[in-house]
Protein backbone atom coordinates (compact mmCIF):
# COMPACT_ATOMS: atom_id res chain seq x y z
CA UNK A 1 0.00 0.00 0.00
CA UNK A 2 1.44 3.41 -0.91
CA UNK A 3 0.25 6.83 0.14
CA UNK A 4 0.11 9.21 -2.54
CA UNK A 5 -0.65 13.01 -1.71
CA UNK A 6 -1.38 16.27 -4.03
CA UNK A 7 0.49 18.93 -2.42
CA UNK A 8 -1.50 22.13 -3.92
CA UNK A 9 -1.41 25.74 -3.07
CA UNK A 10 -4.20 25.77 -1.08
CA UNK A 11 -4.70 22.07 0.45
CA UNK A 12 -3.51 18.72 0.94
CA UNK A 13 -5.16 15.98 -1.17
CA UNK A 14 -3.95 12.49 0.01
CA UNK A 15 -5.36 8.77 -0.86
CA UNK A 16 -4.06 5.11 -0.39
CA UNK A 17 -3.23 3.16 -3.39
CA UNK A 18 -3.32 -0.64 -3.95
CA UNK A 19 -1.18 -0.86 -7.28
CA UNK A 20 -4.74 -0.96 -8.87
CA UNK A 21 -7.39 1.19 -6.63
CA UNK A 22 -7.44 4.85 -4.88
CA UNK A 23 -8.97 4.43 -1.44
CA UNK A 24 -9.36 6.39 1.85
CA UNK A 25 -9.09 10.17 0.15
CA UNK A 26 -9.02 13.19 2.32
CA UNK A 27 -8.68 16.70 2.21
CA UNK A 28 -6.82 19.15 4.51
CA UNK A 29 -6.29 23.30 3.97
CA UNK A 30 -2.55 24.32 4.86
CA UNK A 31 -4.69 26.82 7.40
CA UNK A 32 -5.43 23.68 9.86
CA UNK A 33 -3.99 24.74 12.88
CA UNK A 34 -2.25 22.57 14.26
CA UNK A 35 -1.76 20.76 11.15
CA UNK A 36 0.63 18.28 12.45
CA UNK A 37 -2.12 17.36 14.82
CA UNK A 38 -4.79 17.36 12.61
CA UNK A 39 -2.58 15.09 9.88
CA UNK A 40 -1.70 12.67 12.84
CA UNK A 41 -4.80 12.30 13.72
CA UNK A 42 -6.39 11.79 10.02
CA UNK A 43 -3.58 8.90 9.22
CA UNK A 44 -4.04 7.32 12.67
CA UNK A 45 -6.21 4.59 11.18
CA UNK A 46 -3.97 3.70 7.77
CA UNK A 47 -2.05 0.07 8.37
CA UNK A 48 1.24 0.14 7.17
CA UNK A 49 2.38 1.28 4.02
CA UNK A 50 5.52 0.55 1.54
CA UNK A 51 5.91 4.26 0.10
CA UNK A 52 5.22 7.91 -0.20
CA UNK A 53 4.89 9.45 -2.80
CA UNK A 54 4.13 13.14 -3.62
CA UNK A 55 3.17 15.67 -6.58
CA UNK A 56 4.03 19.05 -5.25
CA UNK A 57 3.38 23.26 -6.31
CA UNK A 58 4.14 24.45 -2.87
CA UNK A 59 7.49 25.82 -1.78
CA UNK A 60 10.42 23.71 0.27
CA UNK A 61 9.33 25.18 3.86
CA UNK A 62 5.88 23.37 3.21
CA UNK A 63 7.17 20.57 1.66
CA UNK A 64 9.67 19.71 4.66
CA UNK A 65 6.66 20.46 7.12
CA UNK A 66 4.68 17.69 5.78
CA UNK A 67 8.18 15.51 5.58
CA UNK A 68 8.48 15.90 9.16
CA UNK A 69 4.78 15.26 10.24
CA UNK A 70 4.90 12.07 7.39
CA UNK A 71 8.58 10.61 9.46
CA UNK A 72 6.60 11.13 12.60
CA UNK A 73 4.06 8.62 11.66
CA UNK A 74 5.56 6.69 9.03
CA UNK A 75 8.92 6.58 9.22
CA UNK A 76 9.12 7.28 5.39
CA UNK A 77 10.14 10.00 3.33
CA UNK A 78 8.36 11.02 0.40
CA UNK A 79 9.43 10.41 -3.26
CA UNK A 80 8.55 13.42 -5.53
CA UNK A 81 7.06 12.94 -9.20
CA UNK A 82 8.46 15.52 -11.23
CA UNK A 83 6.90 16.59 -14.97
CA UNK A 84 8.29 14.82 -18.06
CA UNK A 85 8.20 15.18 -22.12
CA UNK A 86 6.26 12.51 -22.07
CA UNK A 87 4.65 9.92 -20.20
CA UNK A 88 1.23 7.17 -20.08
CA UNK A 89 0.82 8.55 -24.02
CA UNK A 90 0.84 11.92 -23.36
CA UNK A 91 3.48 14.75 -25.00
CA UNK A 92 3.87 18.03 -23.46
CA UNK A 93 4.10 21.02 -25.33
CA UNK A 94 6.22 23.30 -23.10
CA UNK A 95 9.55 23.42 -24.77
CA UNK A 96 10.88 22.92 -21.05
CA UNK A 97 8.47 20.36 -19.53
CA UNK A 98 10.11 21.06 -15.76
CA UNK A 99 7.97 24.50 -16.24
CA UNK A 100 4.80 22.78 -16.22
CA UNK A 101 3.29 21.76 -12.91
CA UNK A 102 3.52 18.46 -11.78
CA UNK A 103 -0.04 18.81 -11.37
CA UNK A 104 -0.91 19.74 -14.59
CA UNK A 105 1.27 17.09 -15.83
CA UNK A 106 -1.06 14.31 -13.58
CA UNK A 107 -4.33 15.86 -14.41
CA UNK A 108 -3.54 15.53 -18.37
CA UNK A 109 -2.80 11.59 -17.91
CA UNK A 110 -5.38 11.22 -15.66
CA UNK A 111 -7.63 12.82 -18.36
CA UNK A 112 -6.01 10.96 -21.21
CA UNK A 113 -6.29 6.77 -19.63
CA UNK A 114 -9.73 8.22 -18.91
CA UNK A 115 -10.72 8.69 -22.47
CA UNK A 116 -11.58 12.01 -21.80
CA UNK A 117 -9.50 13.63 -24.75
CA UNK A 118 -10.19 15.44 -26.78
CA UNK A 119 -10.64 17.95 -24.02
CA UNK A 120 -9.94 21.03 -22.34
CA UNK A 121 -9.03 20.61 -19.18
CA UNK A 122 -9.17 23.86 -16.43
CA UNK A 123 -8.68 23.79 -12.66
CA UNK A 124 -9.91 26.68 -10.72
CA UNK A 125 -8.38 27.59 -7.25
CA UNK A 126 -5.00 29.77 -6.26
CA UNK A 127 -4.62 30.01 -9.77
CA UNK A 128 -6.99 29.25 -12.56
CA UNK A 129 -5.06 27.26 -15.31
CA UNK A 130 -6.22 25.60 -18.86
CA UNK A 131 -4.54 23.17 -20.76
CA UNK A 132 -6.02 21.52 -24.39
CA UNK A 133 -5.32 17.91 -25.24
CA UNK A 134 -6.11 16.71 -27.99
CA UNK A 135 -7.54 13.02 -29.36
CA UNK A 136 -3.97 11.57 -29.79
CA UNK A 137 -2.57 12.68 -26.37
CA UNK A 138 -0.16 15.97 -27.59
CA UNK A 139 -0.85 18.77 -25.37
CA UNK A 140 -1.46 21.67 -27.17
CA UNK A 141 -0.40 24.28 -24.45
CA UNK A 142 -2.02 26.49 -21.64
CA UNK A 143 -2.99 29.57 -19.92
CA UNK A 144 -2.43 30.29 -16.30
CA UNK A 145 -4.35 33.07 -14.12
CA UNK A 146 -5.36 34.46 -10.75
CA UNK A 147 -7.84 32.47 -9.22
CA UNK A 148 -11.00 34.43 -8.43
CA UNK A 149 -10.10 34.86 -5.16
CA UNK A 150 -6.93 35.94 -6.05
CA UNK A 151 -8.28 38.56 -8.14
CA UNK A 152 -10.51 39.99 -5.98
CA UNK A 153 -8.26 40.35 -3.11
CA UNK A 154 -5.34 42.45 -5.97
CA UNK A 155 -8.58 44.31 -6.80
CA UNK A 156 -9.51 45.24 -2.82
CA UNK A 157 -5.33 45.96 -1.98
CA UNK A 158 -4.65 47.75 -4.85
CA UNK A 159 -7.98 50.38 -5.40
CA UNK A 160 -9.44 53.55 -2.97
CA UNK A 161 -12.60 52.73 -3.29
CA UNK A 162 -14.03 49.56 -3.70
CA UNK A 163 -14.20 47.87 -0.62
CA UNK A 164 -17.14 46.33 -0.22
CA UNK A 165 -18.12 44.84 2.89
CA UNK A 166 -19.13 41.13 2.16
CA UNK A 167 -18.82 38.80 -0.36
CA UNK A 168 -20.96 39.37 -3.38
CA UNK A 169 -23.50 37.21 -5.33
CA UNK A 170 -22.95 35.82 -8.71
CA UNK A 171 -24.92 37.86 -10.89
CA UNK A 172 -25.50 38.86 -15.16
CA UNK A 173 -24.89 42.41 -14.33
CA UNK A 174 -24.67 44.54 -10.94
CA UNK A 175 -26.56 47.00 -8.92
CA UNK A 176 -23.80 47.30 -6.05
CA UNK A 177 -20.42 47.08 -5.07
CA UNK A 178 -20.04 43.63 -3.99
CA UNK A 179 -21.94 41.96 -6.50
CA UNK A 180 -19.88 43.67 -9.21
CA UNK A 181 -16.51 42.47 -7.87
CA UNK A 182 -17.85 39.17 -7.41
CA UNK A 183 -19.51 38.53 -10.72
CA UNK A 184 -16.58 40.28 -12.05
CA UNK A 185 -13.93 38.14 -11.17
CA UNK A 186 -15.88 35.13 -11.49
CA UNK A 187 -16.70 35.60 -14.95
CA UNK A 188 -13.29 36.54 -16.00
CA UNK A 189 -12.34 32.94 -15.22
CA UNK A 190 -15.38 31.76 -17.43
CA UNK A 191 -14.57 34.00 -20.16
CA UNK A 192 -11.12 32.35 -19.86
CA UNK A 193 -12.17 29.02 -20.23
CA UNK A 194 -15.16 29.95 -22.80
CA UNK A 195 -12.49 31.85 -25.35
CA UNK A 196 -10.50 28.36 -24.98
CA UNK A 197 -13.00 26.37 -25.60
CA UNK A 198 -13.74 28.26 -28.50
CA UNK A 199 -10.45 28.21 -29.83
CA UNK A 200 -9.77 24.70 -29.53
CA UNK A 201 -13.08 23.74 -30.62
CA UNK A 202 -11.81 25.95 -34.25
CA UNK A 203 -8.55 24.24 -33.74
CA UNK A 204 -9.27 20.81 -33.87
CA UNK A 205 -13.08 20.89 -35.52
CA UNK A 206 -14.35 18.94 -32.89
CA UNK A 207 -16.38 20.18 -29.72
CA UNK A 208 -13.57 19.31 -26.69
CA UNK A 209 -14.85 17.80 -23.74
CA UNK A 210 -14.62 20.61 -20.92
CA UNK A 211 -13.36 19.14 -17.36
CA UNK A 212 -13.13 21.13 -14.44
CA UNK A 213 -11.60 20.61 -11.48
CA UNK A 214 -10.32 22.78 -8.10
CA UNK A 215 -11.44 23.91 -4.89
CA UNK A 216 -13.39 26.88 -7.08
CA UNK A 217 -14.70 23.92 -10.05
CA UNK A 218 -18.04 23.82 -8.71
CA UNK A 219 -18.82 27.64 -8.73
CA UNK A 220 -17.06 27.98 -12.35
CA UNK A 221 -19.36 25.04 -13.49
CA UNK A 222 -22.68 27.20 -12.82
CA UNK A 223 -21.44 29.93 -14.80
CA UNK A 224 -20.24 27.38 -17.91
CA UNK A 225 -23.22 25.27 -18.63
CA UNK A 226 -23.95 21.67 -18.44
CA UNK A 227 -21.32 20.56 -20.81
CA UNK A 228 -18.56 21.38 -17.93
CA UNK A 229 -18.01 18.46 -15.65
CA UNK A 230 -16.46 18.05 -12.30
CA UNK A 231 -12.85 15.98 -12.50
CA UNK A 232 -12.43 15.13 -8.87
CA UNK A 233 -9.40 13.92 -7.71
CA UNK A 234 -7.42 14.25 -11.24
CA UNK A 235 -3.78 14.53 -9.89
CA UNK A 236 -4.32 11.93 -7.49
CA UNK A 237 -5.32 9.90 -10.56
CA UNK A 238 -2.59 11.11 -12.38
CA UNK A 239 -0.12 10.26 -10.35
CA UNK A 240 -1.63 6.63 -9.58
CA UNK A 241 -1.19 6.07 -13.20
CA UNK A 242 2.16 7.45 -13.66
CA UNK A 243 3.72 5.06 -11.27
CA UNK A 244 1.72 2.02 -12.39
CA UNK A 245 3.14 2.67 -16.17
CA UNK A 246 6.59 2.96 -14.14
CA UNK A 247 6.99 0.28 -12.09
CA UNK A 248 5.35 -1.88 -14.81
CA UNK A 249 8.76 -0.89 -16.92
CA UNK A 250 10.84 -2.07 -13.72
Avoid at 46 to 64: G, H, K, L, M, T
Avoid at 117 to 130: D, I
Avoid at 201 to 207: C, P, Q, W, Y
Avoid at 222 to 229: K, R
Amino acid sequence: MKLLLDLGNSRLKWALWDGQVLSAHGVTPWQQDPLRDVLLQQWAAIPDISAIWQASVVDASREAQLGDILNTRFGLAPKSVRTHSKACGVRIAYVHPEQLGVDRFLSLIAAWVAGYAPCLLVTCGTAVTVDALDGSGRHLGGLISPGPDRMREVLLATTVHVHPRQEGQLLDLAADTADAVTSGVWQAAAGLVERSQKYLHNRLGDMPRLLVAGGGGERLRSLLGSAAQPFTGAVLLGLAHYLASTESTT
